[in-house]
């Protein structure tokens, strides 16, 4: 059975900062490209970042460029989102996914993260 289980996340104050975890276990701890999303109260999932099964590829969403790094460690079949300088935009619960292709949509992932919420307050 397919499992990723994410830790991290919390309240901080703007310009701080949080790494997700998220680990996997199964069949997507295996060849599969990783993302993260976000969805804020009332409004659609949005694509953060993804990165490539090898780590040799990220893609992020222009509002975090400079801002968060995803990385992995297949060795632990866990992928990393750290977040700095985090404002309060950024409030929202965070999924991480596991999919075939490195994507930006949500489609392009089969299994998913339960979900972590990050607050971040001005």
């Known amino acids: 059975q397919v499992q990723l289980v994410q830790s991290g996340g919390g309240l901080v104050q703007a310009g701080e900062s949080l790494r997700l975890s998220c680990a996997t276990s199964?069949?997507?701890?295996?060849?599969?490209?990783m993302g993260w999303f976000r969805q804020a109260p009332g409004k659609e999932r949005e694509f953060v970042a993804v990165?490539?099964?090898?780590?040799?590829?990220?893609y992020y969403t222009d509002s975090v460029k400079g801002r968060f790094t995803i990385s992995r460690d297949n060795g632990k079949n866990t992928v990393y989102l750290q977040m700095n300088s985090l404002n309060p935009e950024d409030t929202a619960v965070y999924y991480c996914?596991?999919?075939?292709?490195?994507?930006?949509?949500?489609?392009?992932?089969?299994?998913w993260g339960r979900g972590t919420q990050v607050t971040v307050s001005s």
């Open positions: 996914a596991a999919g075939p292709v490195t994507s930006m949509h949500p489609n392009g992932y089969m299994y």
């Open positions: 199964g069949r997507a701890g295996s060849g599969y490209a």
């Open positions: 990165i490539s099964w090898s780590g040799g590829n990220t």
